[in-house]
């Protein structure tokens, strides 16, 4: 890292600095370089203006969007009735924004030159939006050739006030990569806060990782947003049309990148309200998939009730996913020393269940009649019928394992013993 900072220097240096010390560089009244930013009047007719530092100018372009915009399903100001709902939700999660602003969210999203998180991988437009009053701002940080990131990153340091980052894959992407490059003018530019992070391609993963045959943030956007891009320009077009612009810099080739990360950030903010939507409504969710998958989530975290209170409508359903919430609602249920409100539900499954059913819940009802209930009789046969049970399947798959066949017959053989003694 020394080495490549080393050389980082010298190159600035070698731009900005004649070799004789004794001349000074030609500035403008303001303070400015007098260095012309190519198209300056293209750029500022489509909002975008240079920020000038340490003789070198980024470009920083703004839209503003009403909070009444529809970006899919969504109109922006949604966010405002979703930060409320999270502020009186009776459930922490990871994803709730209890106890911030509005405008502490940060909806940020990169555009670079590839996938590798090295030094050499140069990350030139850096866009965000907040929410800010009533409208939604979105401000992008344009580096305009390779040697002006002290530029870039000073504007974009100095430009945001941020609590909250709210990303698509951002902590394993954008914000190393952030970091890296960062790290190469750290002493130019003001340090890289410390601060909570709302992936929400982690919680895309929970809920559609099923439904979904990708989770590319264009895949959301199409079949849960319901965005549709029409003419946009595919991300992974990206380096090659930064690249032309490098040789040729119009405005042009590049706005097509631009507005490509404008509607990203956009759909940073739809996603965010939809998966906010999905739980805080989970309970009344219409996919089983889903609210079975947000139930899980609940439980993962730590918020029994609001899991238990999803397995239980989740379970009262007639698809097929009922099965399975009945059985995460039993376990719920047993770890709570609720044994005759698990027992009710092992029992509809080993009843109505199939075979794979039959051998989890019979072994359940075998191990609760037993230890709870007492009833060596009722308990031996629950484990006969779920042996049984268990057998089948084994057979069919193929799968017959030793160790779990052992085990079956030392219980067997105990509970014989218990109801003959």
Aim: net charge neutral; charged share 30%.
């Amino acid at each position: 890292m020394k080495p490549k900072l080393a050389q980082w220097k010298e190159l600035l240096a070698a731009r900005h600095k004649k070799e004789n010390d004794e001349e000074k560089e030609e500035e403008k009244p303001d303070g400015r370089p007098v260095t012309d930013v190519p198209y300056a009047d293209v750029w500022r007719e489509y909002g975008a203006k240079p920020y000038w530092f340490a003789g070198d100018y980024c470009l920083i372009r703004e839209t503003v969007y009403p909070l009444d915009y529809q970006h899919g399903r969504y109109r922006l100001g949604a966010l405002y009735e979703v930060h409320e709902r999270w502020q009186e939700a009776p459930f922490s999660h990871p994803l709730s924004c209890r106890g911030f602003a509005v405008s502490d969210l940060f909806f940020f999203d990169t555009e670079t030159m590839g996938l590798s998180s090295g030094a050499g991988n140069i990350m030139f437009l850096l866009g965000h939006a907040r929410i800010l009053g009533d409208f939604v701002i979105i401000r992008q940080h344009l580096l305009p050739y390779p040697g002006a990131e002290v530029a870039l990153y000073q504007s974009f340091l100095s430009d945001v006030d941020y609590t909250t980052l709210v990303t698509y894959n951002g902590k394993a992407f954008d914000w190393p990569r952030l970091k890296t490059r960062h790290a190469l003018v750290r002493n130019m530019v003001p340090k890289l806060p410390a601060f909570g992070h709302f992936d929400l391609y982690h919680a895309a993963r929970r809920l559609w990782k099923d439904k979904l045959d990708s989770l590319r943030l264009s895949e959301v956007e199409r079949h849960i947003l319901y965005v549709e891009r029409g003419d946009d320009v595919p991300g992974f077009l990206a380096p090659m049309m930064y690249k032309e612009f490098l040789q040729t810099p119009h405005p042009d080739r590049l706005m097509p990148v631009l507005r490509h990360n404008e509607r990203d950030v956009l759909s940073l903010i739809a996603l965010y309200i939809h998966l906010s939507v999905q739980l805080l409504e989970a309970d009344r969710l219409a996919d089983p998939k889903e609210q079975l998958a947000a139930a899980r989530w609940f439980e993962a975290v730590g918020e029994t009730a609001a899991a238990r209170g999803v397995y239980e409508e989740a379970s009262g359903k007639g698809a097929k996913e009922a099965q399975t919430a009945k059985w995460q609602l039993s376990l719920l249920y047993r770890k709570e020393k609720r044994y005759e409100e698990a027992a009710l539900l092992w029992r509809d499954l080993f009843i109505h269940g199939n075979g794979y059913w039959k051998a989890k819940a019979g072994l359940e009802l075998a191990k609760v009649y037993e230890h709870y209930f007492r009833d060596a009789a009722e308990a031996h046969r629950y484990a006969v019928m779920a042996y049984e049970a268990w057998r089948s399947l084994a057979r069919m798959s193929r799968q017959h394992s030793e160790k779990e066949e052992a085990e079956w017959r030392r219980r067997l053989a105990r509970l014989e013993r218990k109801k003959n003694g």
